[in-house]
């Protein structure tokens, strides 16, 4: 179905029918880049950042080694976004 097929049916709804289309639709957003995923293929496979091809691992070891959250922040500004 495309939008412009969807939209009659939109309008016709009630006020309140909308507000809870709307309330759908901004959770499906948000929920796009959440969390942590893995895809065969995307960085081999391991847990990555959803989204990114930022992995888990990657992460924990910098942290491991003694990268502080600021710095990781910094080169990573995606993560920032993200939040």
């Given amino acids: 179905m495309t939008l412009k097929e969807l939209e009659p049916q ?3 709804l009630t006020p309140t029918e ?16 959440q969390g942590i995923e893995k895809t065969p293929g995307v960085v081999g496979g391991n847990a990555r950042i959803s989204g990114t091809r930022i992995s888990v691992w990657g992460l924990v070891e910098s942290r491991r080694l003694g990268v502080t959250d600021a710095q990781l922040l910094e080169d990573y500004r995606i993560l920032v976004l993200a939040t």
């Fill in 10 to 12: 939109l309008l016709s």
């Fill in 18 to 33: 909308k507000a809870q289309a709307i309330q759908i639709l901004a959770q499906s957003l948000a929920n796009t880049k």
